[in-house]
């Protein structure tokens, strides 16, 4: 399970653990949403699951944003995933 390292009204900040970019991105916006991974609809609609560990992979200053699931989703080089509800009303797991 990725660490929570911050938290507040409008975003959540996770790390990404030792079972990599993809399965920690999924379980934060499982964790953000109050749902299951299972409930999400799948994330690789959004972005390129091998994009997400070329981030992590890579060490630098890059950064991955995309939406997904009703949430703007940054991943950045340093191991940070941020999480924001989106303001267009996108919708979120489950509907």
């Known amino acids: 399970m990725p660490t929570r390292i911050g938290s507040d009204t ?8 030792d079972r990599g970019a993809l399965l920690s991105v999924v379980d934060a916006m ?10 999400l609809e799948p994330i690789y609609h959004d972005v390129d ?15 991955l944003y995309f939406e997904s699931n009703g ?5 950045s080089s340093d191991g940070r995933i941020a999480l924001a509800p989106l303001d267009d009303g996108a919708s979120a ?3």
């Not at 499982?30 to 409930?39: N, R, V």
């Not at 699951?49 to 950064?63: F, K, M, N, R, T």
């Open 10 to 17: 409008e975003s959540e900040e996770f790390t990404v653990d």
């Open 30 to 39: 499982s964790t953000t949403l109050s749902c299951t991974p299972t409930d």
């Open 49 to 63: 699951p091998p994009a997400l560990e070329s981030v992590i992979d890579h060490p630098g200053h890059q950064h």
């Open 71 to 75: 949430l703007a989703v940054t991943i």
């Open 93 to 95: 797991a489950g509907s």
